[in-house]
């Protein structure tokens, strides 16, 4: 499974403006639609991440900046009581909101939002002990915007296919998605 989006460099497709960090789920939204998929009836897991990787690459007005972890990204996979215990990959992106509060406080933390993209799969015999896996993810990555960003995707990309269950549900098609933004823990 070539990443195709680092392949055509990545970098160049993004947006040069920054976005407030309200409008995160409209501009991926934007994206998804660009790329012909609806966010919530993706039925393309690879053009769902090229849009992902594209989104990344959009700078963030409002969030911390990239030396306090602002600007982070996971993917994860399992099965969630939320999608009624279906089979569920995930690709999010984590804002470090700058609250406004007194930076001279040193007991002052910022608020975290979460923009993600919930794929959510039928059962299939190829993804069957997904149960053994439990919640999993690739843990967050705060690789700067850029260059730094694109190779820190490519390598979530390489070690999600380590998972046969996830290249299984990479090349097949979701039932349904759901594209939110919600502050996250």
Do not use: C
Not at 81 to 91: A, I
Not at 131 to 139: A, K, P
């Amino acid at each position: 499974m070539p990443d195709q989006w680092a392949a055509r460099g990545g970098a160049a497709l993004a947006s040069r403006m920054p976005i407030p960090w309200r409008s995160s789920a409209e501009v991926f939204t934007r994206i998804l639609r660009q790329r012909g998929l609806d966010p919530d009836a993706v039925r393309d897991v690879d053009a769902a991440w090229d849009a992902f990787a594209e989104f990344l690459q959009t700078e963030v007005e409002g969030i911390e900046p990239p030396e306090n972890d602002g600007d982070g990204f996971i993917a994860e996979w399992g099965r969630w009581s939320w999608n009624d215990d279906q089979p569920v990959l995930s690709f999010g992106r984590l804002l470090a909101v700058d609250n406004g509060g007194e930076r001279d406080d040193p007991h002052g933390q910022p608020e975290y939002w979460k923009v993600e993209l919930q794929l959510v799969f039928g059962e299939d015999p190829a993804w069957a002990d997904l149960d053994s896996m439990g919640h999993q993810d690739t843990g967050f990555d705060h690789a700067e915007i850029g260059a730094s960003r694109t190779a820190a995707l490519g390598e979530m990309r390489r070690f999600i296919e380590s998972y046969p269950q996830l290249v299984a549900m990479w090349r097949a098609e979701p039932a349904r998605s759901a594209l939110t933004l919600e502050r996250a823990g």
